[in-house]
């Protein structure tokens, strides 16, 4: 994928999210979740994967995430309204964001040129290190199902938990999203 895809379904005369263009940190790698569209930092863009019930640090968890086009570096730090009749309309908030390590089946640290060619074999393992999600986790290409299906599921670590997890519980109860959530409800 690439950000001509994302280009061509935005107009940014109307929507103020980043155009941007391919380039990276230059240092740790970034990841952000975007209430619940998670993004990896891979080659100069953000790699997206869509997961409807947000991701979950309970290691017995397969949450789905489909994989959806490259974002620019820049939306890493995106938060605010896509208006209706938009590309992805809606409410933009950061849930959670930080660094990441780029893991091997050890939990050993490889490169980012490595975890390029695991992305196209459908396996990718990284630590996170954010203010939400910590740890191992991994995302598992599904088989025999359509090319963008993937699975994100946290390895048992000690930051794993073995209760319930609902995203929803985490985010900020004075969030964009629960205010416009609560008005719709009333």
């Not at 994989?67 to 933009?92: C, L, Q, T, W």
């Not at 050890?106 to 954010?130: H, M, P, Y």
């Not at 670590?157 to 609560?182: H, Q």
């Amino acid at each position: 994928m690439s950000l001509v895809k994302y280009k061509q379904k935005r107009n940014f005369g109307e929507t103020s999210e980043p155009e941007g263009e391919k380039r990276s940190s230059g240092k740790k790698l970034e990841f952000v979740v975007l209430h619940y569209d998670f993004r990896l930092e891979m080659d100069g863009v953000l790699k997206s994967w869509a997961i409807p019930k947000g991701p979950s640090i309970n290691s017995s968890d397969k949450r789905l995430a489909m994989m959806v086009g490259d974002h620019p570096f820049e939306y890493r730090k995106f938060s605010g309204n896509i208006p209706e009749g938009n590309y992805g309309a809606g409410i933009v908030e950061i849930w959670d964001h930080g660094t990441y390590i780029p893991e091997d089946e050890e939990r050993k640290v490889v490169t980012e040129k490595q975890i390029l060619k695991d992305l196209k074999a459908g396996v990718i393992k990284f630590s996170l290190k954010g203010k939400k999600l910590k740890g191992s986790f991994a995302l598992v290409k599904m088989k025999k199902a359509e090319s963008n299906f993937w699975l994100m599921i946290k390895h048992k670590d000690e930051f794993s938990v073995l209760s319930d997890y609902n995203s929803e519980d985490f985010t900020v109860k004075s969030s964009p999203i629960n205010k416009a959530l609560k008005k719709k409800a009333e």
